[in-house]
């Protein structure tokens, strides 16, 4: 399968399950309840994804470890982050810091 | 606008990355599935760390269900505007939500998710080389900004740490996209915790 067909069979499932998601709860409305083990599973969901997605893709690269000018400008969000500055600008200067060392070295 | 260039930037067809902002409509999903598929991993693993992303709206759901109007299907139509931002701006407390605060902030949001993507695409097409420019970079610093806002307690933050740890050993060793959802697996500590 090309990229572009798993792409578009990926988009297709993607969109079925948040749809799914999303209908579930006012759909069910008053006849399901969750008890507080399943809300602290479902809440906590999302900080072990992202810490996941973060790690692998700024340390991974094609199945190997791949230390680069990636991890500095992640670094650098990281710092701009912690003080304060919109997620924006961060995404921005995350590349702009890569590609500039890349240019350098 | 980052996920239309990011999505260029792998090979993922512009009219797919604008089209799933309009279907899936949900930042950190979306990011998830196309890095995985970028990592050369499988539909199933993509779409499977999608709706773990996603699966807080089944929570978020259940919570504003009752403040929604109509019947079932009209009500599970309505739910299909919840996002973070506009689930949290309608919610009073106390389990009651502003239906119209739910909406008039999810349209805004909306049409600059969707218009932005467009042009992220329409940008990521004349770009030279995404490597020079450092647009890998983007999804990392993306995840890095909603990673924090989710640790708003120390119990998150255990479970970040020991998702990354996970995910990162396991990607070193599995096909890509395995560790990412070996890392979901920490989220279970959730359920053992006492109130």
């Known amino acids: ?105 | 606008m980052s996920f239309g260039i990011s999505a260029n930037a792998i090979g993922i067809p512009g009219l797919a990355a604008i089209a799933m902002s309009a279907l899936v409509y949900a930042g950190s999903a979306q990011f998830a599935a196309v890095a995985i598929l970028a990592q050369g991993g499988s539909v199933v693993a993509a779409v499977l760390a999608a709706t773990l992303m996603n699966a807080r709206y089944i929570a978020m759901g259940v919570a504003i269900g009752p403040s929604l109007k109509g019947g079932r299907v009209r009500r599970a139509l309505e739910g299909q505007v919840v996002v973070d931002a506009s689930w949290a701006l309608a919610n009073r407390g106390e389990g009651r939500f502003d239906r119209h605060a739910l909406f008039g902030s999810s349209a805004p949001q909306y049409a600059g998710w969707v218009g932005g993507t467009i042009a992220g695409v329409l940008v990521g097409g004349i770009l030279p080389d995404p490597e020079a420019l450092g647009i890998d970079a983007v999804f990392p610093a993306f995840f890095l900004a909603l990673l924090l806002g989710e640790l708003r307690t120390a119990e998150a933050g255990a479970v970040a740490i020991a998702g990354a740890a996970v995910a990162l050993v396991l990607g070193l060793m599995t096909p890509a996209g395995i560790g990412i959802l070996a890392a979901s697996a920490v989220a279970l500590v959730g359920a053992v915790r006492t109130r």
């Not at chain 1, 069910?28 to 810490?51: D, K, N």
Request: hydrophobic share 65%.
């Open chain 1, 1 to 105: 399968m090309s990229l572009a067909e798993k792409a578009w069979l990926t988009v297709a499932l993607c969109a079925i399950s948040a749809f799914a998601v999303r209908a579930f709860g006012p759909f069910f409305v008053g006849t399901r309840e969750f008890g507080p083990r399943t809300v602290g599973v479902l809440s906590l969901l999302p900080a072990a994804l992202l810490a996941a997605l973060v790690v692998t893709e700024t340390l991974i690269h094609d199945g190997d470890l791949d230390v680069d000018a990636r991890l500095a400008g992640v670094a650098f969000a990281g710092i701009l982050l912690w003080r304060e500055v919109s997620v924006a600008w961060v995404v921005i200067a995350a590349a702009a810091v890569t590609a500039a060392l890349r240019l350098a070295f």
